[in-house]
């Protein structure tokens, strides 16, 4: 089963990143928020990727292009411009990038995705947000619904501390809770082919129209992680993703 990534966004919160490239490419622990990503649901065995590109799509395309190349050991013969890869263990990927336009929305490159894999359940997911999501069990759930389109729902972490109070001593202090208020949509979905009828054109927002139009329907479902989930929407989410990287708490590592 193949892996649709979206990651032609602008990334304008995180524009002090952005300007230089496309927020995918934005690393944490030396890498880019993608193969984070990727290397979530490799673990689980999916290893064929769709990755919608657009603002910057050349950063992603060249990357990956030389990828074998920035992971090995080599000699390189600069007169003749032979270059010897000394094999090493690396990620074995299939990748297929699509260029879906630069301003195109979320909806419509869905839809090219889908275009693209045929007649295929398919899983999709964002280019900026990583989760300790069990892949597996996600698809299972999916399939046991029998709906056209599953999200996996989260609940956001809160953005500042909490303090409780009890009179004027602090109670209880909590530096990073998560939030209770609801879920969202945290990504990680799985979607039938027939989801593309939904979307009207390029610039369909999927996370309007079409997620409304099938919750209406009743072919939306959700499927409840309360487990760990960061997006990196900010420049403080980014540095956030650093910290846990190089403490050893990058709980989406499940690799």
């Not at 329907?217 to 910290?243: I, K, N, P, V």
């Amino acid at each position: 089963m193949k892996v649709g990534i979206l990651a032609g966004g602008l990334g304008s919160r995180l524009q002090e990143e952005t300007v230089i490239r496309p927020k995918p490419m934005v690393e944490i622990g030396g890498y880019p928020i993608l193969w984070h990503i990727m290397k979530i649901y490799a673990a689980y065995g999916f290893r064929e990727f769709v990755i919608a590109l657009g603002y910057k799509g050349e950063v992603i395309k060249d990357y990956f292009l030389n990828y074998r190349y920035r992971v090995s050991n080599l000699t390189i013969e600069t007169g003749t411009g032979h270059i010897k890869v000394h094999e090493q263990q690396h990620e074995d990927w299939i990748i297929h990038l699509l260029n879906t336009g630069g301003k195109t929305e979320t909806g419509g490159r869905i839809k090219q995705i889908a275009q693209f894999i045929g007649n295929e359940t398919f899983m999709l997911t964002y280019g900026d947000g990583v989760a300790n999501v069990n892949i597996r069990e996600l698809l299972n759930f999916h399939l046991e619904q029998k709906k056209l389109a599953t999200i996996t729902a989260v609940r956001p972490p809160a953005r500042f501390g909490n303090i409780v109070l009890v009179q004027n001593s602090v109670k209880c202090f909590e530096e990073k809770p998560q939030s209770g208020d609801g879920w969202i949509n945290g990504g990680f979905l799985v979607l039938e082919p027939q989801v593309a009828a939904y979307i009207s054109g390029e610039q369909t927002i999927f996370e309007r129209d079409p997620l409304e139009q099938l919750a209406r329907d009743g072919q939306l479902a959700a499927y409840l992680h309360d487990g760990f989930w960061q997006c990196m929407d900010t420049l403080r989410d980014m540095r956030l993703l650093e910290s846990l990287w190089q403490e050893g708490q990058a709980l989406w590592k499940v690799w």
